[in-house]
């Protein structure tokens, strides 16, 4: 507390003291409410401060046609643009996992017939054990079918691995959902503070704000001509009360 | 394990379950049917003899975590093996699902491997 405002305290309180022991009863009840009023004046200009920075950032708000853009047209266009992505990479992913389901009975294609002609290669060596040269070419031929047996294998893991990365589609398109949602809550909850606070701008086509933004005139709106009055501060508790019956308290 | 079971795969990403149905297919299972959602799943459940349930969790209209409360407290279905795959996985959630009664949990993204092994594992268990 300030020693000038301790002064003033004293000086009231000695008052209300003065007035108790002259049995003075008005001039007690006056001091007291001075005393009181001490009290609460602070903090009545503390509400009537806030009230006045929240009614000019709402006036901001809502003649900010910048916002009426971006509630009524840039928003809905995100999410779109959003729910694209999500498109895209489902087409992207299933033409992928179409593909791998293609490869994948090729794969399995070429390593039954390896196997199966390795069996029948095996028969054939053992009734020709004799003829050197065929045993030799079987040979060749049983290590190749081997080798595709095996990169017969090392393909249907890596096609396996190409379909399991498709999963991405399903994180991502998740997490993209999830913020088309809040861009829903956010477009949603900023259409009624416009309505609210600009009850005219947020019905008015988003075009013509824009035309007259590039003409440098400012729209036929209430607020945006009276943006200067607007920004100036309340000056007493009657106009607190009218911007709060205006707010709807 | 019976290869034959008929499987119903829950997802509303068609692209997860284009996958899990090619794991599924991969590991021998043949007999597979889809959902989007659990609203869908639940009529094919009543009425299908499904012997195997794998689901999402998070899916417009009825949830995983919901359909499988919804499975467990209908006495017909009360004892189908479930197993969840889900990118959801905080603690709480998967102590949810256990005491709800889910049979296995698999986190997305996940590998066909520890599906298979979380398939064998439920069947170990229902069948022993």
């Known amino acids: ?249 | 394990m019976d290869r034959n079971m008929k499987i119903l795969v829950v997802d509303d990403f068609s692209t997860m379950r284009r996958i899990i149905k090619n794991l599924l297919k991969e590991l021998g299972f043949t007999n597979i049917e889809e959902a989007d959602d659990g609203a869908t799943a639940l009529p094919m459940l009543k009425q299908g003899h499904f012997d195997f349930l794998v689901t999402d969790w998070n899916m417009p209209g009825m949830t995983g975590i919901d359909l499988l409360k919804a499975v467990r407290a209908d006495p017909a279905l009360a004892h189908l093996p479930v197993l969840m795959v889900t990118a959801e996985a905080k603690r709480e959630q998967i102590i949810m699902a256990a005491q709800a009664g889910v049979n296995g949990y698999v986190v997305k993204p996940f590998n066909g491997p520890t599906l298979k092994e979380k398939i064998d594992k439920i069947f170990e268990r229902v069948q022993g």
């Open chain 1, 1 to 249: 507390m300030e020693e000038s405002e301790k002064l003033s305290r004293l000086i009231q309180a000695r008052a209300l003291v003065a007035a108790l022991e002259a049995h003075d009863e008005a001039g007690y009840l006056a001091s007291l409410n001075a005393l009181a009023a001490s009290q609460t004046q602070p903090m009545f200009e503390a509400v009537g401060r806030m009230t006045r920075e929240v009614h000019e950032a709402l006036m901001a708000f809502a003649t900010d046609d910048r916002l009426n853009l971006l509630a009524e047209d840039e928003m809905p266009d995100a999410r779109d643009r959003l729910r694209y992505v999500i498109t895209l990479t489902e087409q992207a992913a299933n033409r992928t996992l179409t593909l791998v389901e293609e490869a994948l009975p090729v794969a399995d294609r070429l390593m039954d017939r390896a196997e199966r002609l390795q069996q029948a290669l095996g028969q054939i060596r053992q009734s020709q054990v004799d003829n050197v040269a065929l045993v030799g070419v079987i040979t060749e031929l049983a290590e190749y079918l081997d080798s595709v047996q095996q990169d017969g294998g090392a393909l249907k893991t890596r096609l396996t691995d190409i379909m399991m990365a498709q999963e991405f589609q399903d994180l991502s398109g998740q997490l993209l959902l999830r913020v088309i949602a809040l861009l829903e809550t956010l477009e949603g909850k900023m259409l009624g503070l416009l309505q609210k606070t600009h009850p005219v701008a947020s019905e008015k086509p988003v075009a013509l704000t824009q035309a007259a933004l590039s003409q440098g005139l400012g729209p036929g709106v209430p607020g945006a001509k009276n943006h200067s009055s607007a920004a100036e501060p309340i000056k007493n508790q009657d106009d607190v009360d009218d911007l709060l019956a205006n707010l709807g308290f």
